[in-house]
Structure formats: structure tokens, C-alpha cells
Nanobody, 114 residues
Framework: VQLVESGGGLVQAGGSLRLSCAVS????????LGWYRQAPGKQRELVAS???????YYTDSVQGRFIISRDNTEKTAYLQMDSLEPTDTAVYYC?????????WGQGTRVTVSS
């Protein structure tokens, strides 16, 4: 099983990034997917999730700015991040947990400058 994130980088406040998470080794269409982030000195937090049937969740701080999506053909999850703020600076991780088995990607770093 592999989850491979990409798309992070350095962006100015107000800018946009799109993160990708390519998944292999699992039946992608059946997966519930999540994007987490961990800022320096803080605990990892759930940013957004998308169930196998299309149900979404967003933490309050990103509601209206971030959109989680998936492409079952490409076996890839996405996180479109708009109106980025310096407080969004973190390492972003993709997660799935079929049958209570936790899988994580290696993370992709997002830095938002003011």
C-alpha cells in the first residue's frame, strides 16, 4: 500500500495550491479519504475528509476555502486550497483507514508567506 502526496510548495498569502494523493494497493473507490496537517509545534489535525459515497467534512478554519475531491479512475485524492493564509503553513498528509488499518503518505510541505 502506498499513498504519495505531491503539490506542496511556497505561496504568498491569498494564493492557491492543489495537493494530490496517489493511492495504490487498495480498492480506491471503497476508501474514505482524509487530508490532515501538522504545523510546527502543533498536533496533527484533520483538515478535510471525503467518504466513499461523497460525504465531505471540513474543519471550520478551511470551510469555504478548501475543497476535497477524488478521481476513482486515477485513484487520486485532491485538496484544492484557495485564499491561503499564513496559518495554513504545515505539512499536509493524506490518510485512509480501511478496516481500521491506518495508512499515511509521507507528507507534502505547504508554506504560506505573508
Amino acid at each position: 500500500v502506498q499513498l504519495v502526496e505531491s503539490g506542496g510548495g511556497l505561496v504568498q498569502a491569498g494564493g492557491s495550491l492543489r495537493l494530490s494523493c496517489a493511492v495504490s494497493g487498495l480498492v480506491f473507490r471503497l476508501l474514505n479519504l482524509g487530508w490532515y496537517r501538522q504545523a510546527p509545534g502543533k498536533q496533527r489535525e484533520l483538515v478535510a475528509s471525503l467518504s466513499s459515497i461523497g460525504r465531505t467534512y471540513y474543519t471550520d478554519s478551511v470551510q469555504g476555502r478548501f475543497i476535497i475531491s477524488r478521481d476513482n479512475t486515477e485513484k487520486t485524492a485532491y485538496l484544492q486550497m484557495d485564499s491561503l493564509e499564513p496559518t495554513d503553513t504545515a505539512v499536509y498528509y493524506c490518510n485512509t483507514h480501511p478496516a481500521n488499518q491506518d495508512y499515511w503518505g509521507q507528507g507534502t510541505r505547504v508554506t504560506v508567506s505573508s
